[in-house]
């Protein structure tokens, strides 16, 4: 085995990694060599003596997320060959064009980096690391980045202050790693924004929306939009751009409003069609006359952050849709979501079907949704699936 520390599991506790589930939870460690610190790279053995992969140690439920099941060296090569192979998954799907340069790179488990989460905008890289090995091995990261042929990447920003477990006291910097700001607009199919990596949430801009935004503009063209939980606005000016009669957008934040406001007038200025409120999503529904909208986005924050939060997640997501059953015009259609990883697909579904029968509306499902495929899903990690969405026809 490589020169590495080892992490030693308890009889038995191989079996989830034999099928290659990335997560070596700290209940199935037996022991471990001293001297291990957070973020290290380590050996895993069976009880056996059997070596089983090489990937990053933290303190936590999680105590090694698996890199590679093979025995190697985790150093520039491995990152440029994962970072590369991510690449080339993207030009595959056909992301980089003259009228798309927002993009996921690294969608940490799905793209074999747990820990890991890379956003392309433009010539700008956002990095998020959620280990703190992924937190030592940023500025290789950088570098592998900015060295890739054809990404086109110039400036590496790293933002990692909200993203890392508090207890390690990494004491992480937002900031710059190669390069500085040259611009903040990025290009989606076609559409500008304005991206807020320095203080937004995420890295941004939500690019998981992508997809499903293209979706809305399909059902928009002379329909009466209401965007809740609108953010930077992505639903918005896709609606305008399907031809919507009118579209407001909703959001609790004056800066999210400010950030809407800005891109739908980089994409269609002066344009009366839109109007935008700073309001409580609960307050906005309850006080609006039934029938005003025939379109409605729900695409809410994670009601549940971990699982001891799933019960009142899903008593919100009921109300929720509730409201916008009662309110939405007859022949509406409602585009709703999830982005709760703890909360399942038949979840969230049981849920909406709750506060449709609450309604006592006729409700039918036309969609399915879920995140892009620049997000992809480890399939021996179903964990990493987490955007759930449905498109409603109501009457």
């Known amino acids: ?56 140690y933290q303190i936590g439920s999680i105590a090694v997320r698996i890199l590679d099941f093979a025995d190697r060296t985790i150093d520039g090569a ?32 799905g793209d074999f980096l747990p820990g890991l989460v890379v956003d392309i905008y433009g010539p700008t890289a956002v990095v998020q690391a959620h280990s703190p090995g992924m937190h030592y091995a940023r500025d290789i990261i950088a570098h592998v980045l900015v060295d890739m042929p054809d990404a086109g990447v110039e400036n590496v920003y790293y933002k990692s202050e909200t993203t890392l477990p508090y207890k390690a006291q990494l004491d992480p910097q937002n900031d710059y790693i190669i390069g500085g700001y040259t611009t903040d607009v990025a290009v989606e199919n076609g559409l500008k924004f304005h991206v807020d990596w320095l203080k937004g949430q995420k890295t941004g801009f ?42 407001h957008s909703v959001d609790s934040s004056a800066k999210a409003i400010s950030l809407t406001d800005a891109n739908v007038e980089l994409n269609f200025p002066g344009d009366e069609r839109h109007k935008s409120f700073i309001a409580d999503a609960f307050d906005f529904l309850n006080e609006i006359e039934p029938g005003k ?7 809410p924050p994670a009601f549940a952050k971990h699982r001891g939060a799933i019960r009142n997640a899903l008593i919100g997501y009921r109300r929720l849709n509730a409201r916008a059953f009662e309110k939405i015009a007859s022949g509406g259609i409602l585009f709703t979501f999830s982005c709760s990883q703890a909360v399942s697909r038949e979840q969230f579904r049981l849920a909406v079907f709750s506060a449709a029968a609450q309604s006592r509306r006729r409700v039918r499902i036309l969609h399915q949704l879920t995140q892009p495929a620049d997000h992809p899903v480890n399939i021996y990690h179903p964990e990493g699936e987490y955007l759930k969405g449905l498109i409603l026809y109501v009457e």
């Open 293 to 299: 909208y025939d379109l409605i986005v729900l695409d």
């Open 206 to 247: 939500f690019v998981d929306q992508r997809d499903n935004r293209a979706f809305l503009q399909r059902y928009a063209a002379g329909r009466r939009v209401l965007n809740m939980f609108c953010y930077t606005g992505g639903f918005s000016f896709y609606a305008l751009r399907g031809g919507a009669s009118l579209v």
């Open 78 to 109: 491995f990152y440029h060959e994962r970072l590369s192979e991510a690449f080339t998954l993207r030009t595959t799907l056909g992301l980089l064009r003259d009228d798309n340069n927002a993009f996921r790179l690294v969608h940490g488990e």
């Open 1 to 56: 085995m490589k020169e590495y520390k080892t992490v030693t599991l308890r009889r038995g506790k191989e079996e989830s990694l034999d099928r290659f589930h990335p997560w070596v939870f700290s209940g199935a460690v037996a022991r471990q060599d001293d001297g291990i610190e957070e973020g290290d790279v380590v050996n895993v053995v069976a009880s056996d003596g059997r070596h089983i992969g090489v990937g990053h």
